[in-house]
């Protein structure tokens, strides 16, 4: 598996997906990246998308407007972005 170099900076959204997973928690986190900042050099475009193999950040429990989920997690680059974001929508 490759990793980011130190200092590298993803720029991007975090949305909270309200509904329950298959496993039965209360929801899940998913961050899109749309652009990175690698050391020494310019911005460029990505499509980098948090939770590898399709299994998004688990959120362990709600309290009021915040969700307690892993602060680590994997990601992949991605052609689309996750279908339940944007039904429909294909770049």
């Given at each position: 598996?490759?990793?980011?170099?130190?200092?590298?900076?993803?720029?991007?959204?975090?949305?909270?997906?309200?509904?329950?997973?298959?496993?039965?928690?209360?929801?899940?986190?998913?961050?899109?990246?749309?652009?990175?900042?690698?050391?020494?050099?310019?911005?460029?475009?990505?499509?980098?998308v948090s939770g590898g193999d399709g299994t998004f950040?688990?959120?362990?429990?709600?309290?009021?407007?915040?969700?307690?989920?892993?602060?680590?997690?994997?990601?992949?680059?991605?052609?689309?972005?996750?279908?339940?974001?944007y039904p429909g929508y294909v770049p």
């Amino acid at each position: 598996m490759r990793k980011a170099p130190p200092g590298t900076r993803f720029f991007g959204k975090v949305y909270v997906v309200p509904e329950k997973t298959p496993s039965g928690k209360p929801g899940e986190i998913i961050a899109v990246y749309d652009r990175v900042k690698l050391p020494n050099r310019e911005e460029l475009p990505v499509c980098f998308v948090s939770g590898g193999d399709g299994t998004f950040a688990p959120i362990e429990e709600f309290k009021g407007d915040t969700a307690l989920a892993p602060s680590v997690t994997t990601g992949m680059v991605v052609d689309r972005w996750p279908e339940r974001l944007y039904p429909g929508y294909v770049p």
